[in-house]
């Protein structure tokens, strides 16, 4: 009896599904395309009260539905027909046919006149090697857009991206997330305001304060993009590269992680912490594996010291170890292990430290030992006297200068007053410092002299012009007190009113004090 009825119930489901999905396939003929009635195409059990209310019907097991080309499968329904809608409950998914996108939740909202589907709790969304999660999905099928609005994790073959909001256009393939957004990476971690994430191409678009972190380094920026598949990426406004104690920075940053090229432009920086040195400029580029930094445009080296700041300018500036110049230059000794940093300063190069300044066509300087090596006519100041050679050598440590070495066509002059000055010609000359200030300077090979003579009270008895083999200067408040020989001396005292002038200055003599920075901004004024 029990199985007659049972037999029965389902007859009267059947024959009236059947007719239920005629009138709605007559109903899709009169209304508007875009608003055809959800089609019923099975279900196990059907149950509705024409007295409570003529359209609803509650709906069981194995339930389907057909909406334009969308499919929805569930355990159980409400159908509302007259308003084409449905409630949908366990085991939720849809699908399209001839598309790839599926969705699966434990409930859903559908209204069929405007395509709205609202799913929740333990929402996903797969689509051609993407999944997305969330608690609650909206998606609008006639766009094919999905949006979350109380955080979702997007999963594909190389990133874990999640979010608070976030919007899934299907057709385009194209992810949008707001508000706390991470993107995690087998070789990095975004953080980011903003994102738009195309999936086909993985070119990541964000903006807002972003931050990437890396077992390498940690970039920064306002905005940018970043294909994740090519590992390049552009970063604008405030942007920064660090690499452990190394900081690049500027307003547009271009990264290669592939090849480890970085390039700057705008108002960059390049901070070494080691070192407490910095390079400034509006253009650099950096290669991380050859850990090689090039700087132009205004380009300026500042070093701090414990009590002064040395700063130094030139068309280009580059950073880079001594190993790796040595390699670059083809130097003969092949087995260079030091690792010290060099800086190269290319044409027009000019310093200015308080204690002393200069200026050369180039200039190397090397960090670990603090040697400045000045090629093409360099130019030393300390204080009053100048220093001039074809090439000069500068020690340096500790915020002070230990001494100096001029290599052929060495010249010192000391002024005393608008006319007279000291000078001291030859080959090769060393010069040593106390507290900063030069008190010896001894010279080897030909070396010819013009000093002016005082007595114990200062006032001028004569000039004396002399040469000989080698000699030791000694000086005091930037002016020469003594001359010793070593070598027999050729020479002539005179009174200053009778030396002719062109015995005043020796052979190449050049006075350049007008080019000498008098502060860290003349360093740009060659």
């Not at 019907?57 to 389907?64: A, E, H, N, P, T």
């Not at 085991?91 to 409930?107: C, F, M, P, Q, R």
């Not at 999905?146 to 997007?154: C, L, R, V």
């Not at 077992?215 to 920026?221: M, Q, R, S, V």
Request: hydrophobic letters at 35%.
């Amino acid at each position: 009896m029990k199985s007659t009825i049972r037999s029965l119930t389902l007859i009267l489901a059947a024959v009236f599904i059947l007719s239920e999905s005629r009138l709605c396939y007559a109903q899709t003929k009169k209304d508007d395309p875009e608003k055809k009635k959800i089609e019923l195409l099975h279900a196990e059990e059907l149950m509705f009260d024409r007295d409570i209310s003529p359209d609803f019907r509650i709906l069981r097991g194995d339930v389907q539905f057909k909406h334009n080309k969308t499919l929805l499968f569930c355990d159980t329904a409400f159908l509302y027909q007259d308003e084409n809608r449905v409630e949908a409950f366990g085991h939720i998914h849809i699908t399209e046919e001839g598309d790839s996108l599926n969705v699966y939740a434990k409930k859903l909202y559908y209204d069929g006149d405007s395509r709205l589907a609202e799913l929740h709790d333990s929402v996903f969304l797969y689509d051609k090697g993407m999944t997305l999660t969330t608690e609650h999905l909206e998606y609008e099928m006639k766009e094919k857009v999905a949006s979350y609005y109380e955080g979702g994790k997007i999963v594909d073959s190389a990133n874990t991206l999640t979010s608070v909001r976030g919007y899934y256009y299907s057709e385009e393939r194209l992810l949008f997330f707001k508000d706390s957004v991470i993107l995690v990476n087998i070789d990095y971690t975004m953080y980011s305001d903003t994102l738009k994430y195309l999936t086909e191409t993985e070119v990541a678009h964000f903006f807002g304060p972003t931050k990437i972190l890396a077992k390498e380094n940690t970039i920064l920026c306002r905005n940018g993009w970043y294909d994740t598949k090519k590992e390049k990426c552009q970063f604008n406004h405030q942007a920064s590269l660090n690499n452990k104690e190394k900081t690049l920075a500027g307003d547009s940053l271009f990264y290669d992680r592939g090849i480890g090229f970085g390039k700057a432009i705008g108002n960059i920086s390049f901070t070494d912490t080691v070192h407490h040195s910095v390079i400034t400029g509006q253009y650099s580029e950096y290669h991380e594996k050859q850990d090689f930094t090039l700087v132009t445009d205004s380009a300026l080296f500042t070093l701090a010291g414990k009590k002064d700041t040395f700063y130094l300018h030139a068309d280009t500036l580059f950073s880079v170890l001594e190993n790796r110049a040595a390699d670059s230059m083809l130097m003969a000794d092949s087995t260079v292990q030091d690792t010290a940093r060099l800086i190269f300063a290319y044409h027009h190069a000019k310093f200015f430290r308080k204690d002393f300044q200069g200026l050369c066509d180039s200039m190397v300087y090397n960090l670990r030992d603090s040697i400045f090596r000045c090629f093409g006519t360099p130019v030393f100041w300390n204080d009053t006297v100048q220093l001039s050679a074809r090439m000069i050598e500068a020690f340096t440590g500790d915020n002070r200068i230990d001494s100096i070495h001029l290599l052929d066509s060495a010249f010192v002059i000391s002024q005393k007053d608008t006319i007279r000055f000291d000078q001291v010609k030859g080959e090769i000359m060393q010069g040593y410092f106390r507290d900063n200030e030069m008190k010896c300077i001894i010279v080897s090979g030909y070396g010819e002299t013009i000093y002016y003579l005082e007595d114990e009270a200062g006032a001028l008895i004569g000039v004396n012009r002399a040469d000989a083999a080698n000699l030791i200067l000694i000086m005091d408040n930037s002016e020469f007190k003594t001359i010793s020989f070593i070598s027999r001396p050729s020479g002539t005292i005179f009174p200053d009113n009778q030396i002719p002038d062109a015995d005043r200055r020796l052979p190449a003599f050049l006075w350049q004090i007008e080019r000498k920075p008098t502060s860290r901004y003349d360093v740009f004024f060659w």
